[in-house]
């Protein structure tokens, strides 16, 4: 934790504020110090339990995803703040557990759109690595219906898991895009140069594109 401090930079803590997320150490030095401590369970949980966003970070890089109880990854979940901890904790450690799928199917249908949001992505992740025995034209349904009302880490995941199904699966494009148009979410999201938009049509147009190349 002391260490931690040492690389706390107060621009970078105002820039990450503006993204919910209360930290100010560079996320490359944080893999650098996680890469120097290697796997170390123990000392994971106890940085997890601090509750400084920083240190969970580091607890997620340093983890064995494998050793949490399904349990133990939900109440984590629940009571991790910040996006970016949240993220992590599912892309890092909840896709690695064997306790994906069922948090998956819980945490969608989750009245607390943080913990659906989680759910979302997990979908959208097995979209693209192992589609078999998701309904697909059902997800569309949901999507269809609820990602406009949705709050906003919500509607970003329904929207992400739209463009994956457009980008991964042919018969269903024309719908997904469809949707996309009609719907109009983060059509106007500002995108820097050389990056591709997050609105589903252009996102999926672009990476069939690449595919195609």
């Known amino acids: 934790m002391a260490e ?3 690389l706390e930079d107060p621009r970078m803590r105002a820039v990450n504020e503006n993204h919910g997320d ?7 030095t944080l893999r650098a110090v996680a890469k120097r401590l290697k796997t170390q369970q123990e000392l994971s949980r106890q940085l997890w339990e601090t509750g400084d966003t920083a240190a969970r970070l580091l607890a997620i890089l340093i983890c064995r995803p494998k050793a949490f109880e399904r349990g133990e990854l939900d109440a984590m979940l629940r009571e991790a703040r910040a996006p970016k901890v949240q993220d992590w904790l599912v892309g890092y450690v909840v896709k690695k557990s064997p306790h994906a799928e069922a948090l998956r ?14 759910g979302w992505a997990l979908t959208a992740d097995r979209v693209v690595k192992a589609p078999e025995g998701l309904d697909l034209a059902g997800l569309l349904d949901v999507i269809e219906t609820e990602m406009t009302d949705a709050p906003e ?9 739209l463009a994956r199904i457009g980008i991964e699966h042919p018969e269903h494009r024309a719908r997904a895009i469809d949707i996309g148009e009609r719907l109009e979410v983060l059509k ?11 609105y589903a049509p252009v996102w999926i147009g672009e990476m069939v594109r690449r595919q195609g190349a």
């Open 4 to 6: 931690l401090a040492t």
């Open 22 to 28: 209360d930290h100010g150490v560079n996320l490359g």
């Open 105 to 118: 199917l819980a945490w969608s249908a989750d009245p607390d759109p943080v913990v659906a949001s989680a």
């Open 153 to 161: 880490r919500l509607q970003w995941a329904m929207n992400t898991c």
């Open 188 to 198: 106007d999201y500002p995108t820097p140069p050389n990056c591709t938009s997050p």
